[in-house]
């Protein structure tokens, strides 16, 4: 049957805004029957890490925690002041995973969500020299850094695996891997299950969602050519569904959420879970 995983949430999914109080969803996780939980980190001072942590043991959750770059922390940007920002904040980020008990720090943390402009190799370099410093931090505390890769109109910066595996050789640190997003391989990647197995050992951390940025098995993803490909490169990490399905919020507006994805949002991820627990359990 291949490695057991745990299955998780991000609990955005029930957060309006990205620094809305979180406690509360991670009992709903728990309650669903999740494994765990993914924790933003976009305020990391804002973040109860001592309440989290003492739930999680409470709710026999595992916690993740993941974070984006802005125009103003964008470490691959020419100007060094916001390089340093950028790199304050990923050092924020990763006390706070620390002190929550987390084994990694991913997300959207090599550039700017948002970035548009072609990119330069000089950016990329910027962004690579932080990430090999930071890496130093991480790997000291027993966290590994995941890379988001992102589809085309969110980013210009990493879009594909073989980008983020370019990436990783120019950091060249063992605690700096890749973090997918089946909604984002759906773009970018010919095929799912072939850019999973190109990534390999790399692969630290991925996302779940459909198609249509929904939950999984409500739309048109291929989840059992997915589950195979994870179960023969014995990946060991979570899967967790980071589904964006509410508009008129700002978690929504910033995913370009105009509609609702799910017309019964409570009532499909139940069903989400129990479709990728049932194919995983079978592959």
Known sequence: MGPTVEIGIHVSLWTPNWTDPILGHMETAAQLGFHAVEIPLMVPSSVPAGKIKELAARLGLSVYCGTGLGPATDISS???ETRLRGMKHLTACLQIASAIGSPSLEGVIHSSWGKHAPVTDGERKYSADIL???????????????????????SSFLNSVKQGKEMLRLIDHPAVGLHLD??????????????????????FFLHFSENTRGYPGSGSLPWPDILDALKQMDYAGPLVMESYVLPDCQSGNDCSIWRPIEQDAEGQLKRSLDFITALWMMR
């Not at 930071?134 to 992102?150: K, R, T």
């Open 132 to 154: 090999h410093q930071v890496a130093d931090q991480a790997g000291s505390l027993g966290i590994q850094m995941a890379l988001e890769c992102i589809n085309r109109y969110e």
């Open 78 to 80: 020419p100007d060094r």
């Open 182 to 203: 089946t909604y984002h391989m759906n773009i970018e990647e010919q095929s799912i299950a072939l850019a999973l197995r190109e990534a390999g050992e790399d692969l």
